[in-house]
């Protein structure tokens, strides 16, 4: 029986341990900013703050800007930062979509703050594939700096005034939005 020289005797491969190493370091880093923006709520603005004012381009229409002080006075509003490349982002993305006329009949107006400061086409067209139906905004570092975003998803709903009824970060029900959202009314 002849034993190569490429494969030692105790059965491992030459070579697999710094992968092994490699892939162990990246699974735990990826733990660990899971679990550190898991709830990141506690740096967001807080209940009862007024909201900062924005004025931001609709996605699809860059021409055209809605701002906070627009939307106020006519609905309680959700605001949702959210990102493409952010998975749980595009899971309430979608559930709040299949829920919009629950929210509208209900008196409240979802909109979406686009963090990905890329190419609007690109995010526009991500909005027509996944059929997401809510009013989508392009934001900017200014208006997620001013509104303390931290990570995505984070929402904040606001009462008619602006002023902050519930924050927070991270995959949130639509049902539970909705009934925020309500109480915020």
């Given at each position: 029986?002849?034993?190569?020289?490429?494969?030692?005797?105790?059965?491992?491969?030459?070579?697999?341990?710094?992968?092994?190493?490699?892939?162990?370091f990246?699974?735990?880093i990826?733990?660990?900013?899971v679990?550190?923006?898991?709830?990141?709520?506690?740096?967001?603005l807080?209940?009862?703050?007024?909201?900062p004012?924005?004025?931001?381009?609709?996605?699809?229409?860059?021409?055209?800007?809605?701002?906070?002080?627009?939307?106020?006075?006519?609905?309680t509003?959700?605001?949702v930062?959210?990102?493409t490349?952010?998975?749980?982002?595009?899971?309430?993305?979608?559930?709040?979509?299949?829920?919009?006329?629950?929210f509208?009949?209900?008196?409240?107006?979802?909109?979406?703050?686009?963090?990905d400061?890329?190419e609007?086409?690109?995010?526009?067209?991500?909005?027509?594939r996944?059929?997401?139906?809510?009013?989508?905004?392009?934001?900017?570092?200014?208006?997620?700096?001013?509104?303390?975003?931290?990570?995505?998803?984070?929402?904040?709903?606001?009462?008619?005034?602006?002023?902050?009824?519930?924050a927070?970060?991270?995959?949130?029900?639509?049902?539970?939005?909705?009934?925020?959202?309500?109480?915020?009314s």
């Open positions: 029986m002849q034993i190569s020289k490429n494969i030692p005797t105790d059965g491992k491969k030459k070579g697999s341990t710094p992968f092994l190493i490699f892939i162990g990246f699974i735990a990826n733990l660990l900013w679990i550190a923006s898991r709830n990141d709520s506690s740096r967001m807080k209940k009862g703050e007024s909201a004012d924005f004025s931001l381009p609709i996605i699809g229409h860059m021409e055209e800007e809605v701002s906070l002080e627009d939307l106020k006075g006519k609905a509003i959700v605001l930062f959210w990102a490349w952010c998975p749980a982002c595009r899971n309430e993305l979608s559930s709040l979509s299949s829920k919009l006329w629950d509208e009949k209900s008196g409240i107006k979802l909109v979406g703050i686009n963090l400061y890329g609007e086409s690109i995010v526009r067209a991500f909005i027509q996944n059929s997401i139906k809510m009013t989508n905004l392009f934001g900017n570092p200014g208006v997620a700096g001013s509104y303390r975003v931290t990570s995505l998803p984070s929402v904040y709903v606001l009462d008619r005034e602006g002023k902050i009824c519930w927070g970060t991270g995959y949130t029900r639509a049902g539970r939005l909705l009934s925020l959202g309500q109480k915020c």
